[in-house]
């Protein structure tokens, strides 16, 4: 692990405080070949995560404590909503945007279709980070306290709580088992998503942040190590291959799949069949957290220039 970079996400108090970036300063970008296509949207202060609801992006602006909703086809700003204090990560359950809100302990319940709060439920929550939806459920990552907690969608009640490692951040949903990625101890949990049983525990690089499934893998990013890892459906580990200067999250397009690095401001596709880095995008400073394809576009919040690039394929 290089102990030499200080990853935020075991200092979440910089984010409390209004402190500019997660991270130190980044490098300047760098664009190690020419992209297809980037437009760049801006939206409110210190963008973090992103979800999409097939028509909208929403980015969730962590100084703000608001989301801002932007029609996908042009980026046109369509409305900024309200949330709780310095509001991380999103997703779509289908007719609602669920924020987490790691200041105010609690998650937020937004109405896609006019951005009406519906709901702010806390039971069972402490420093929410992550979240995902299995069809019926939410699940939130409990930063400080190494645990996820079930939420039902439908009026936020909360189902249960259940152990991770230390402190878990991303969430993935396979259709059957909760994955996570557990910051503090390079470790991933798979957890049945019925009942919430510990399936396994597994190693991967230094500092495990994001997660996204690829056709039958897992994929990590390894922030420390500067590297995502594939594991199979049972754990097992299937490569490790290179990424970006500070790898944060990733995307999957069907064919590849998509790494935010933070430090050098590059967005890097892997071809997942193998692995190959296929090609690097520059895009504006402090790509973090939030990355997502919407069926045709990758979209990356920079979280350090208050804006969200558009990444179009031309080819």
Same mark, same amino acid.
């Given at each position: 692990?290089?102990?030499?970079?200080?990853?935020?996400?075991?200092? !979440?108090?910089?984010?409390?405080?209004?402190?500019?970036?997660f991270?130190?300063?980044?490098?300047?970008?760098?664009?190690?070949?020419?992209?297809?296509?980037i437009?760049?949207?801006?939206?409110?202060?210190?963008?973090?995560g992103?979800?999409?609801?097939?028509? $909208?992006i929403?980015?969730?602006?962590?100084f703000?404590g608001?989301?801002? &909703?932007l029609?996908?086809?042009?980026?046109?700003?369509?409305?900024?909503?309200?949330?709780?204090?310095?509001p991380?990560n999103?997703?779509?359950?289908?007719?609602?945007?669920?924020?987490?809100n790691v200041?105010?302990d609690?998650?937020t319940?937004?109405?896609?279709?006019d951005?009406?709060?519906?709901?702010?439920?806390?039971?069972?929550?402490d420093?929410p980070?992550?979240?995902v939806?299995d069809?019926e459920?939410?699940?939130?990552?409990?930063y400080?306290? %190494?645990t996820?907690? &079930?939420?039902r969608?439908? =009026?936020g009640?909360?189902?249960?709580?259940?152990?991770?490692?230390?402190?878990?951040?991303? !969430?993935?949903?396979?259709?059957?088992?909760?994955?996570?990625?557990?910051?503090g101890?390079d %470790?991933?949990?798979k957890?049945?998503?019925?009942?919430?049983?510990?399936?396994?525990?597994?190693?991967?690089?230094?500092?495990? %942040?994001g997660?996204?499934l690829?056709?039958?893998e897992?994929?990590?990013t $390894?922030y420390?190590?500067?590297?995502?890892?594939?594991?199979?459906r049972?754990?097992?580990?299937?490569?490790?291959?290179p990424?970006g200067?500070?790898?944060?999250?990733?995307a999957? =397009?069907?064919?590849n799949?998509?790494?935010?690095n933070y430090?050098?401001?590059?967005v890097?596709?892997l071809r997942?069949?193998?692995?190959?880095?296929?090609?690097i995008?520059?895009v504006?400073?402090?790509?973090w957290?939030?990355i997502?394809? =919407?069926?045709?576009?990758?979209?990356?919040?920079?979280?350090?220039?208050?804006?969200v690039?558009?990444?179009?394929? $031309?080819q």
């Amino acid at each position: 692990m290089n102990t030499t970079r200080t990853l935020t996400f075991s200092v !979440l108090g910089t984010l409390l405080l209004g402190v500019n970036g997660f991270f130190a300063a980044p490098a300047t970008a760098q664009e190690s070949d020419a992209p297809d296509t980037i437009q760049t949207f801006p939206v409110g202060r210190l963008p973090s995560g992103l979800a999409f609801d097939g028509e $909208n992006i929403w980015v969730v602006s962590s100084f703000s404590g608001a989301v801002s &909703k932007l029609r996908a086809s042009d980026g046109v700003l369509v409305g900024t909503f309200g949330v709780g204090s310095s509001p991380l990560n999103a997703v779509f359950d289908g007719a609602n945007i669920w924020v987490t809100n790691v200041g105010s302990d609690n998650v937020t319940k937004l109405r896609a279709s006019d951005g009406a709060v519906l709901g702010t439920f806390s039971d069972g929550l402490d420093h929410p980070f992550g979240i995902v939806f299995d069809g019926e459920n939410v699940w939130v990552t409990n930063y400080i306290f %190494s645990t996820v907690a &079930k939420v039902r969608a439908s =009026d936020g009640v909360l189902i249960d709580t259940f152990h991770t490692g230390k402190y878990p951040t991303a !969430l993935a949903f396979d259709g059957a088992n909760i994955w996570v990625t557990n910051n503090g101890d390079d %470790s991933v949990t798979k957890l049945r998503a019925r009942d919430g049983a510990l399936r396994g525990t597994f190693a991967v690089g230094g500092g495990p %942040s994001g997660i996204a499934l690829g056709p039958g893998e897992v994929w990590v990013t $390894n922030y420390f190590d500067d590297t995502v890892t594939v594991l199979d459906r049972n754990g097992a580990i299937e490569g490790t291959f290179p990424a970006g200067d500070g790898p944060t999250n990733l995307a999957f =397009d069907g064919d590849n799949m998509w790494v935010t690095n933070y430090y050098s401001a590059t967005v890097t596709r892997l071809r997942v069949r193998d692995g190959t880095v296929t090609r690097i995008y520059g895009v504006e400073h402090g790509p973090w957290w939030g990355i997502l394809f =919407d069926g045709a576009n990758i979209w990356v919040a920079n979280h350090d220039s208050n804006s969200v690039s558009k990444i179009s394929r $031309n080819q």
